[in-house]
């Protein structure tokens, strides 16, 4: 099992939750975290990692050097009957690329909590309105495909958070003119 940016908090904790399990946890990330090492072996390169995983769980933000990152290229390097978990950012696998690996056999299925041209459907009710999208009604038709609408961080803890930081922001802005989380 290969967890990747393991410095991202829900790696870390999907990672533990996999060792409690007993599985083999192994981790890349640009920036290890050796806090980590408790509970996951690092590799020195994304493809060592992803040639030895026979599950790979991807949690990182989305920038411009990981757009597209998982394609057909990077699908050749794994593993003959991978399993795929994008909780991250649509935009980091290219769908066409992993409907490929899915129809040769290289990835044996997916579980995607987001999917690159999400917005105009997700999180939205399409329960009497029809997906003009081919790629997405691919992906819902499949078997060997789990979809969800961008929902894996919503709980109760996450939108608490999500409220908290907006309106502690908010009030850094008030009284300093900036905040911490500013993005631009």
């Known amino acids: 099992m290969i967890v990747i940016n393991i410095t991202v908090p829900i790696a870390s904790a999907a990672a533990q939750i996999f060792n409690g399990f007993g599985a083999k946890v192994i981790g890349y990330d640009l920036d290890p975290n050796e806090k980590a090492e408790a509970f996951l072996t690092y590799t020195d390169s994304l493809e060592e990692a992803i040639g030895s995983a026979d599950l790979i769980s991807i949690h990182m933000p989305l920038t411009k050097e990981n757009t597209y990152m998982f394609d057909k290229s990077l699908f050749a390097k794994m593993k003959d009957g991978v399993f795929i978990v994008n909780t ?97």
């Open 88 to 184: 991250a950012r649509g935009k980091i696998v290219n769908t066409k690329d992993l409907l490929d690996a899915l129809n040769s056999g290289k990835v044996a299925a997916a579980a995607l909590d987001t999917y690159e041209n999400e917005a105009p459907y997700f999180p939205k009710d399409f329960s009497d309105k029809s997906v003009e999208d081919d790629v997405l009604l691919e992906l819902i038709q499949r078997e060997d495909v789990l979809i969800s609408q961008h929902i894996a961080f919503y709980t109760e803890t996450a939108v608490m958070n999500l409220v908290e930081g907006g309106l502690d922001s908010a009030k850094q802005v008030i009284e300093t003119g900036s905040c911490d989380n500013r993005v631009n």
